[in-house]
């Protein structure tokens, strides 16, 4: 058994309990202070984290109706941007359909313009065909009522005489229907005593001869002629020229009396300018002496007729050989011998001393010898009668068919100057008997005005002395003298001894 305590001890033990109890409710105190305190820190953080988080709250709100707001704008943005790429995709859209549509319809214009270009080469080509063929049917296409007007022309010629049947007939020629560019002026002369109608005859120029075959079309060069070729050009125009002579001597010869006109001197000229000079020219590029018997002969209607070998060949035209390039031709000029006078013919020759003069000759005498040279050269040559000569003292042919034709010779047994006067007589003599050529044959010789004039006239010749005595030598051979009062300049005295 314990003992009892005492008073003081309990005492003691009574305030250690006290204390610590109060201890305990100071450290009770003090925890439900710390308790407080931290329950109020607790409520002040917690308030501070609701704050705060309160603060978080109302950023976060404005920041997403910031957003929003920023959302918005940039969806009205992109609305708009849309809005603006869909305006311009309409625009691009419609720009594209119009762009299309205007393609579209350039391109049918342009299909049409093509087709209307292709249908103008085929027609401008049947032009050029239409007009080959024309070509080809000029002598089908003639005048065949021509004949119908031969009474009219033959009662013409026997009331108004040769001019009153040259118009007459210039009229039924002008009837005549050519295609367009073809037609060609006619001038005519009727010689009643050889019974010859002349007829000159302007021709188309070469531009009347399509330079192209036709016309052809492309898309990448346009409209391109096809050009014809050089030679063949040259072929159609004349072929072309040829036509035109056959048809105008046809008609001429139907129309025309056969007893009044039995034959038809033709000539063919061009009007040109000559490109050396820029002076007009006329070339002569077909000449014919047509005989009408001959010529009835020519079947003009029959397809495989050739119109130029018909001129050359059967009517013995002359044609010139290069008609495309002008290249004239002499005429073939139509004569009547008996138009002329002719005495007997003597043989000077076989009656000459050995050494006879010239100027001791008698005149016929002389016109013989001078005969006998031109036969001797190879002409055919008569002497005239002195009465009505018309300056004409002997008349030489030849019959050559390109430089051949009707030769009116003077002769002059001279012992002085044979004057200029005497060249021009000539010259008129030669025109007014359409004489191919003109030669004066002198004793004696010729100034330089003679010179000059026969030169440019080109169909006088002028054989003076020295060289007729050459001649009478070369073709003769006679061997004479001049007994010339005195030497010519420039002569030496083998000249005349």
Same mark, same amino acid.
Request: some cysteine.
């Given at each position: 058994?314990?003992?009892?305590?005492?008073?003081?001890?309990?005492?003691?033990?009574?305030?250690?309990?006290?204390?610590?109890?109060?201890?305990?409710?100071?450290?009770?105190?003090?925890?439900?202070?710390?308790?407080?305190?931290?329950?109020?820190?607790?409520?002040?953080?917690?308030?501070?984290?609701?704050?705060?988080?309160?603060?978080?709250?109302?950023?976060?709100?404005?920041?997403?109706?910031?957003?929003?707001?920023?959302?918005?704008?940039?969806?009205?943005?992109?609305?708009?941007?849309? =809005?603006?790429?869909?305006?311009?995709?309409? $625009?691009?859209?419609?720009?594209?359909?119009?762009?299309?549509?205007?393609?579209?319809?350039?391109?049918? @214009?342009?299909?049409?313009?093509?087709?209307?270009?292709?249908?103008?080469?085929?027609?401008?080509?049947?032009?050029?065909?239409?007009?080959?063929?024309?070509?080809? /049917?000029?002598?089908?296409?003639?005048?065949?009522?021509?004949?119908?007007?031969?009474?009219?022309?033959?009662?013409?010629?026997?009331?108004?005489?040769?001019?009153?049947?040259?118009?007459?007939?210039?009229?039924?020629?002008?009837?005549? /229907?050519?295609?367009?560019?073809?037609?060609?002026?006619?001038?005519?002369?009727?010689?009643?005593?050889?019974?010859?109608?002349?007829?000159?005859?302007?021709?188309?120029?070469?531009?009347?001869?399509?330079?192209?075959?036709?016309?052809?079309?492309?898309? @990448?060069?346009?409209? $391109?002629?096809?050009?014809?070729?050089?030679?063949?050009? &040259?072929?159609?125009?004349?072929?072309?020229?040829? =036509?035109?002579?056959?048809?105008?001597?046809?008609?001429?010869?139907?129309? +025309?009396?056969?007893?009044?006109?039995?034959?038809?001197?033709?000539?063919?000229?061009?009007?040109? &300018?000559?490109?050396? +000079?820029?002076?007009?020219? /006329?070339?002569?590029?077909?000449?014919?002496?047509?005989? /009408?018997?001959?010529?009835?002969?020519?079947?003009?209607?029959?397809?495989?007729?050739?119109?130029?070998?018909?001129?050359?060949?059967?009517?013995?035209?002359?044609?010139?050989?290069?008609?495309?390039? #002008?290249?004239?031709?002499?005429?073939?000029?139509?004569?009547?011998?008996?138009?002329?006078?002719?005495?007997?013919?003597?043989?000077?020759? @076989?009656?000459?001393?050995?050494?006879?003069?010239?100027?001791?000759?008698?005149?016929?005498?002389?016109?013989?010898?001078?005969? $006998?040279?031109?036969? %001797?050269?190879?002409?055919?040559?008569?002497?005239?009668?002195?009465?009505?000569?018309?300056?004409?003292?002997?008349?030489?042919?030849?019959?050559?068919?390109?430089?051949?034709? #009707?030769?009116?010779?003077?002769?002059?047994?001279?012992? %002085?100057?044979?004057?200029?006067?005497?060249?021009?007589?000539?010259?008129?003599?030669?025109?007014?008997?359409?004489?191919?050529?003109?030669?004066?044959?002198?004793?004696?010789?010729?100034? %330089?005005?003679?010179?000059?004039?026969?030169?440019?006239?080109?169909?006088?010749?002028?054989?003076?002395?020295?060289?007729?005595?050459?001649?009478?030598?070369?073709?003769?051979?006679?061997?004479?003298?001049?007994?010339?009062?005195?030497?010519?300049?420039?002569?030496?005295?083998?000249?005349?001894?």
């Amino acid at each position: 058994m314990a003992r009892p305590k005492g008073l003081i001890r309990q005492i003691l033990d009574a305030r250690a309990q006290a204390r610590r109890r109060e201890e305990a409710e100071l450290r009770r105190l003090h925890q439900l202070a710390m308790a407080e305190e931290r329950s109020a820190a607790a409520e002040h953080h917690r308030r501070a984290k609701q704050a705060e988080s309160d603060a978080k709250r109302a950023e976060a709100q404005r920041l997403r109706e910031q957003n929003k707001a920023v959302r918005l704008a940039e969806q009205a943005t992109r609305a708009a941007e849309q =809005r603006q790429r869909a305006d311009r995709r309409r $625009q691009e859209a419609d720009e594209r359909n119009r762009t299309q549509q205007a393609a579209t319809l350039r391109r049918s @214009a342009e299909a049409a313009e093509n087709e209307r270009k292709v249908s103008e080469a085929q027609f401008r080509t049947a032009a050029v065909a239409a007009k080959l063929d024309a070509f080809a /049917r000029l002598l089908f296409d003639r005048n065949r009522s021509a004949a119908a007007a031969t009474l009219e022309l033959e009662g013409a010629l026997r009331h108004g005489g040769a001019q009153a049947l040259v118009e007459r007939l210039q009229r039924v020629l002008a009837r005549s /229907r050519y295609p367009e560019g073809m037609s060609g002026r006619v001038a005519a002369r009727y010689e009643p005593n050889p019974g010859e109608l002349l007829v000159e005859y302007e021709f188309p120029p070469q531009a009347v001869v399509p330079v192209v075959t036709g016309y052809r079309f492309s898309k @990448a060069k346009g409209m $391109q002629p096809v050009p014809r070729k050089e030679p063949e050009a &040259k072929k159609l125009y004349g072929d072309l020229l040829a =036509r035109l002579t056959l048809r105008t001597l046809a008609e001429a010869f139907a129309a +025309t009396p056969p007893d009044a006109v039995t034959g038809i001197v033709f000539n063919g000229y061009v009007a040109t &300018k000559d490109k050396a +000079t820029g002076q007009d020219v /006329r070339p002569l590029l077909i000449s014919i002496n047509a005989d /009408r018997e001959k010529f009835a002969l020519v079947q003009l209607d029959e397809p495989q007729l050739d119109p130029v070998l018909c001129l050359r060949q059967h009517l013995n035209a002359i044609v010139s050989p290069h008609p495309y390039d #002008l290249e004239p031709v002499r005429p073939v000029v139509s004569f009547d011998l008996l138009r002329y006078k002719f005495v007997d013919e003597m043989d000077v020759v @076989a009656s000459l001393d050995s050494r006879p003069d010239l100027l001791h000759l008698k005149p016929v005498e002389f016109e013989h010898l001078i005969r $006998q040279l031109f036969e %001797k050269i190879g002409m055919k040559s008569w002497v005239t009668q002195a009465s009505k000569d018309e300056g004409v003292d002997a008349v030489a042919v030849n019959e050559d068919p390109i430089v051949g034709g #009707l030769c009116i010779i003077q002769a002059k047994r001279w012992s %002085k100057l044979v004057t200029v006067e005497s060249v021009h007589a000539l010259a008129g003599v030669m025109e007014h008997k359409r004489a191919a050529k003109g030669v004066l044959v002198t004793t004696s010789w010729v100034g %330089k005005a003679s010179r000059d004039f026969a030169a440019t006239n080109g169909r006088i010749e002028i054989i003076e002395g020295r060289h007729l005595k050459s001649l009478l030598k070369q073709h003769l051979n006679i061997d004479v003298l001049i007994s010339l009062p005195a030497r010519p300049s420039g002569w030496s005295d083998s000249d005349l001894a």
